[in-house]
């Protein structure tokens, strides 16, 4: 029972990381427009990290948390970043960037 439990939550998990991503693919684009580079210092993971970026931006905290760990990243700290008062929206989505990035470094890399 536990593992056809562990099997359909694996399955949601995946389907709902597919979802957010498709989602994704307009505010990339809204994202590539304010002048954000996607793929700067990302290797691996290049449309998950942005679909990341994105759902940080627009403060989707399940979407954040869904794609990275549906592809091994460590996930995050449950917390959505803010934009600052002064802070223009290349600015916050650079920021947001960086923590996509974070999120999706490898598990083992985070509890150094």
């Known amino acids: 029972m ?4 562990k099997t359909i939550r694996e ?16 505010g990339i684009n809204y994202l590539k427009n304010l002048g954000l580079n996607i793929t700067e210092g990302v290797a691996e993971n290049v449309e998950q990290v942005a679909a990341t970026t994105v759902c940080l931006f627009f403060g989707y905290l399940d979407g954040t948390t ?23 929206e ?12 974070a999120m999706h470094a490898p598990r083992y890399k985070l509890r150094r």
């Open 66 to 88: 869904t794609i990275s760990e549906s592809c091994d990243g460590g996930g995050g700290n449950n917390e959505l970043p803010k934009k600052k008062d002064n802070e223009d």
């Open 2 to 5: 536990i593992d056809a439990a």
């Open 11 to 26: 399955i949601v998990d995946d389907t709902k990381a597919e979802v957010y991503q498709i989602g994704a693919e307009l």
């Open 90 to 101: 290349l600015s916050f989505a650079r920021r947001c960037h960086q923590m996509a990035k």
